[in-house]
């Protein structure tokens, strides 16, 4: 499908902005598909104003208003099961946020959804829109006018003001980057796709060319068959191999394999890197649209990853199979850029490939069938529809073959 999407790059956005907080919640209440779509724009308008903030009223602004800083409490997985406070099952009732297990400690961690993906999703599956909207041509035109509108802001020198804020309200240890001082960047998506120092994400056991790391800084879920990961996890009506990968020879390749889903977060490390020894066969984009790739929307049937816009490559392994990396943009991803995945040329273990400007996004790995063993606790937590908190270059699995 082609949308025909005209921006106005020279938009004055308000100096007030609205609505609330409490005006969102009555119109996910009512199922006021206008009201939300309102409230969406607004927020971009208010994001992309140079006196304004992410995080007050603006795209980043919490889900919900208490308890505060959720993202960085814990929880033991005993304790989540029979002592979890009530306002944290009102906030998973609601969707405000996903639970993912810290993998160093094995503790449940509470991430609170952001305003605009909660919007998005409301807008997806909210009543009428489900049925008869998100076939059309409005959804997609809305988030990919205000995904470019917001993506063309965050390249504006202006677009500087908003790392303080970000960075205090998603406490990001800037000591970890290669550009450790926030006045030094030039605009937004600049600090966006900062790269990080080698040092504070060493590759596991970079001698063994069969241990297969994590390609991003991420939340995880890996599967031993794509039968399991539909089963457990993706659940789009039309999800298939042949349409993920929109290539028919390496999805016959690849059909029964092992698949590794990476999503990443607007406050993680943007930067993705290639799990194995390989070399770059090919590198296709693919147009489509710009769903959130939240939880809430991947466990239901909106077709996210086949929909979305991304990027296959394909890799050789060492080992002479194929295997398949898609890079998948999300709502307000501006693009995904490859810095050193190109076709013939060969990356070492943990290489970077390229990395995803503004919001979240995910990547999949698809391994040949019986190919590929995945670390036990990852197994088990995938098994339980729980996403893992991985770090990139940490070991996933090994080769079997």
Known sequence: MTVEVLIDTNFEAPTEFGPHQE??????????????????SHMVDHSTH????LVENGIHAPSSEVP????????SGWIHAHLAPQGFKTAVAKKYGNFVIIRSTGEYHYEEMPIYTRIGMHLLFGGYYRGKVVGSSVMHSLFLKETLRQGLYFTQPESVNQIPSFVQHYTIEMDNYVISNISDYTNFNEFFTRAILPEKRP???????NIIVSSADSRLNVFTSIDAATELWIKGKNFTLAHLLQDETLAEELEGGSMAIF??????????????????????????????????????ELDVFTDNHRSITKVKSHHGFHYGFVSIGALLVGSIVMTHAEPQKELEKGQEMGYFQYGGSTVIVVFPKDTVAWDEDLLDNSNKSIETLVQMGEKIGRFIV
């Open 23 to 40: 005006d969102i919640e009555t119109f996910i209440e009512n199922n006021d598909q206008a009201g939300l779509i309102r409230s969406f």
């Open 50 to 53: 140079p006196d304004a903030t």
């Open 68 to 75: 505060k800083h959720w993202h960085r409490r814990k929880l």
């Open 203 to 209: 590759i596991a056991q970079l001698e063994d060319e």
């Open 263 to 300: 999503r990443l977060a607007p406050q993680d490390y943007h930067r993705f890197h290639i799990p194995t020894k390989g070399t770059i066969q090919s590198v296709t984009p693919i147009a489509g649209t710009y769903y959130t790739v939240n939880p809430c929307t991947v466990n239901e």
